[in-house]
């Protein structure tokens, strides 16, 4: 578009909202105002409900406007503009996907446009006053949109999770962290339908948002459920804490699309909360970004995908049990490929590779010789098997966080370790390093310099 074009365009639009305004003043009375309830934040959660006067513009303009503005000159050119502009196939693409397809005049769809600048306009300005810094404020987001109608947001709620961060957001490449506001709480607990809000909301502080900002990039529902799997993994890689998806949002207060929502994902608090300091954001950026470049999904790279799919199931088990089966199942992956002998490959090589000293050597291969064999039990109909362990009866639980640990340790190695061999059986020649370092003591040191 040439600068010319641009500013009569500006200029028309100007035009349509100081005389829509008019219009909406002389009907002012027709605006539906009603007290909602709103949940206030207190120290990043929900703390009480508060009661705010709302006025609803959708209607108001919908409604109550339209046929008036409809008659408006300036209405019918920027229609006409509108539709000719790459936008409309986002408009009937939409309606498209929601099976109105008997809206084949594209001026007809684009007169959503017009209705959603007034709309956003007056949500901003609360009255019917041309400002120009107002106006400067929808002009600059419309433009932004017609450039990249393509783009969407998406954000989801991040359950048991907390950070101390303050007022700013942390930003991983498409993926962004920062605060839940007092609307997107609203929205998710459902306080918009029943003015009440679930516990399982009140501790609720964060959310993560996912969005590309090409013009030539579609994307979906799975698409930022793949991103914001990946984000939770780099979280649950780090820090200690049960982290899931959960519904997703779709352009959540867009001011020029239609707000959607993805499959509902039912979530569970927990007493294992995860907790992400401010300070380490720039530790958890570099190894966001590393495990980015990893190619875990690569054919040769397979096992390393499967052990983190397993250490993600773990995690989100409600018993301590079932746990275990899956950070064992987590750990084949990595050193017991193949057949037969399980037991012994899977805690030799475990232990060299997560012990640092002789000592810890031993420690890992005999914890995990006596948790294979109370996972074998588990898997095979046996029942639990002894929990006595060196002299000492452990809990479940324990043996569960001890598992996490050696799980989330192996991932972090084994994302390093395959960037340093090739081809398809890369699973079972880092494993026969592994065996040679057992017997050969400059074997082990160069293989350690590889992680």
Known sequence: MSLEVELRIKEYLIEFLRYSLKIAEINQKKI?????????????????????????????????????????????????YFSEQPIKEYYQNFYLKTNQSSLNDVQDLTIDILKKILIHYLKLQR??????????????????????????????????????????????????????????????????????????????????????????????????????????NTLTLNFKGELDISTQYKNFEHPWKVFEIGGKIDHKNSSNVMFFSNNEYNSLLNFYHRFKKSNIEKIENGFVKLGIIRFQEGLNRNKPVDKIIDYITSLESFYAPGQGDLTRKMSQRASMVLGTTEEEHESVHNFLKF???????????????????????????????????????????????????????KNKLICSEIDASIINRKKYVLLKKKF
């Not at 206030?40 to 959660?45: G, T």
């Not at 929900?46 to 046929?67: A, G, Q, R």
């Not at 948002?209 to 799975?222: E, G, L």
């Open 32 to 80: 539906q105002i009603s007290d909602e309830v709103f949940p206030e934040l207190k120290n990043d959660c929900y703390y009480k409900n508060i009661v705010k006067k709302n006025e609803n513009y959708e209607y108001f303009v919908n409604d109550i406007l339209i046929d008036k503005l409809k008659e408006l000159p300036s209405f019918k050119l920027l229609n006409i």
């Open 127 to 232: 009255n019917f006053r041309f400002e120009e810094n107002t106006f400067n404020r929808v002009y600059k987001s419309l433009n932004y949109f017609l450039k990249n109608f393509n783009q969407d947001e998406y954000i989801m709620p991040l359950f048991n999770f907390q950070s101390d961060l303050v007022n700013e957001s942390k930003k991983f490449g498409d993926i962004i962290l920062r605060k839940i506001t007092d609307d997107e709480l609203r929205v998710f607990s459902g306080m918009i339908k029943n003015n009440q809000i679930l516990d399982s909301y009140k501790t609720l502080s964060h959310v993560v948002i996912f969005s590309r900002s090409s013009s030539n990039s579609i994307t979906t529902f799975d698409d930022a459920e793949k991103e914001f799997k990946f984000f939770i």
């Open 371 to 425: 948790a294979y064999g109370l996972r074998s039990g588990l898997v095979h109909g046996e029942g639990l098997r002894s929990l006595k362990f060196k002299g000492n009866v452990l809990t479940l639980e324990s043996i569960s966080n001890t598992l996490e640990e050696f799980v989330r340790n192996s991932i972090r190695i084994f994302l390093k370790l395959i960037k340093a061999y090739n081809g398809k059986d």
